[in-house]
């Protein structure tokens, strides 16, 4: 089963990118093959570029980056989490 996991991280949220894929690996869905989709206004960090907006534009605009990048999402489940958190038990 792949899972696929999207992200956003625009501006100064791309600090949270590393610890968030840190708890994913540890306590996530362990033991199934997973797929870090990141939307970034970083283009050397990601295949997803998205442009920076200030709030709430990212929350706004989410699901229009989502489909606009579509085709290049291969999972059996998607799931998205914001970028700022992390998973602190098993899922």
């Given at each position: 089963m792949k899972i696929g996991i999207l992200?956003?991280?625009?501006?100064k949220y791309d600090v949270?990118?590393?610890p968030l894929k840190a708890s994913l690996d540890e306590f996530f869905l362990v033991g199934h093959?997973?797929?870090i989709y990141l939307f970034t206004d970083k283009p050397k960090d990601s295949e997803f570029y998205v442009p920076h907006e200030?709030?709430?534009?990212?929350?706004?605009?989410?699901?229009k980056h989502f489909?606009?990048?579509?085709?290049?999402?291969d999972?059996?489940?998607l799931f998205?989490?914001?970028?700022?958190m992390k998973v602190?038990?098993?899922?």
């Open positions: 992200l956003i991280a625009t501006g949270f990118v590393e093959e997973k797929q200030k709030w709430p534009g990212p929350t706004l605009h989410r699901y489909v606009q990048y579509h085709q290049a999402i999972a059996d489940y998205y989490m914001d970028v700022d602190v038990a098993p899922v």
